[in-house]
T-cell receptor, first 115, second 116 residues
Framework: DTGVSQNPRHKITKRGQNVTFRCDPI?????LYWYRQTLGQGPEFLTY????????KSRLLSDRFSAERPKGSFSTLEIQRTEQGDSAMYLC?????????????FGPGTRLTVT | AQTVTQSQPEMSVQEAETVTLSCTYD???????LFWYKQPPSRQMILVIRQEAYKQQNATENRFSVNFQKAAKSFSLKISDSQLGDAAMYFCAYRSQETSGSRLTFGEGTQLTVNP
């Protein structure tokens, strides 16, 4: 078990470009979450998947954002036509989806800087 | 919608001393979980302690304990015998057990400094 991994760790892009981030969850975890964290703030929920189904999306997830989780394994988060306001740390987390308590394990994040 | 508030942006403590971080939350639900997460400078979030709302007994994990006051909607974290490795950003978080989904709602965070 190597934990949740995210790639790339850092991304610098110019405004208007598209970017894609990848998250690899813990292998037996069927739930996967994306959060966004701006400097000095707590993470904000963006979306979550149970297996390959995207079950919930925040209003923060504008139409420029899209997330996928093909085959219920890794997930990608794409931002189209990036804006400076998209600069943030994008965190991925995964968990089991059993009844009762299930801890969300977080990855190290991808820091996006839009210039 | 649920909200979580941490009113202490920064706290400091001397090594080996005790510090308490505050958290309040707002919800109309009766069934939920509360968490404290630690985010060290490397920025990977780690779960410190959790509390089920239906449990009256306060959770304890080694040097970490909580004071859960359900009626007051207060959930503070006490760190005893503070160590240099406790220095981090601490986030209080809420998760509903009643509504669908598993989203965590985080507070703004408290930056804890531990002085040697």
């Amino acid at each position: 078990d190597t934990g949740v991994s995210q790639n790339p760790r850092h991304k610098i892009t110019k405004r208007g470009q598209n970017v894609t981030f990848r998250c690899d969850p813990i292998s037996e975890h069927n739930r996967l979450y994306w959060y966004r964290q701006t400097l000095g703030q707590g993470p904000e929920f963006l979306t979550y998947f149970q297996n390959e189904a995207q079950l919930e999306k925040s209003r923060l997830l504008s139409d420029r954002f899209s997330a996928e989780r093909p085959k219920g394994s890794f997930s990608t988060l794409e931002i189209q036509r990036t804006e400076q306001g998209d600069s943030a740390m994008y965190l991925c987390a995964s968990s089991l989806g059993l009844a009762g308590f299930y801890e969300q394990y977080f990855g190290p994040g991808t820091r996006l800087t839009v210039t | 919608a649920q909200t979580v508030t941490q009113s202490q942006p920064e706290m400091s403590v001397q090594e080996a001393e005790t510090v308490t971080l505050s958290c309040t939350y707002d919800t109309s639900e009766s069934d939920y979980y509360l968490f404290w997460y630690k985010q060290p400078p490397s920025r990977q979030m780690i779960l410190v302690i959790r509390q089920e709302a239906y449990k009256q007994q306060n959770a304890t994990e080694n040097r970490f304990s909580v004071n859960f006051q359900k009626a007051a909607k207060s959930f503070s974290l006490k760190i005893s015998d503070s160590q240099l490795g406790d220095a981090a950003m601490y986030f209080c978080a809420y998760r509903s057990q009643e509504t669908s989904g598993s989203r965590l709602t985080f507070g703004e965070g408290t930056q804890l400094t531990v002085n040697p």
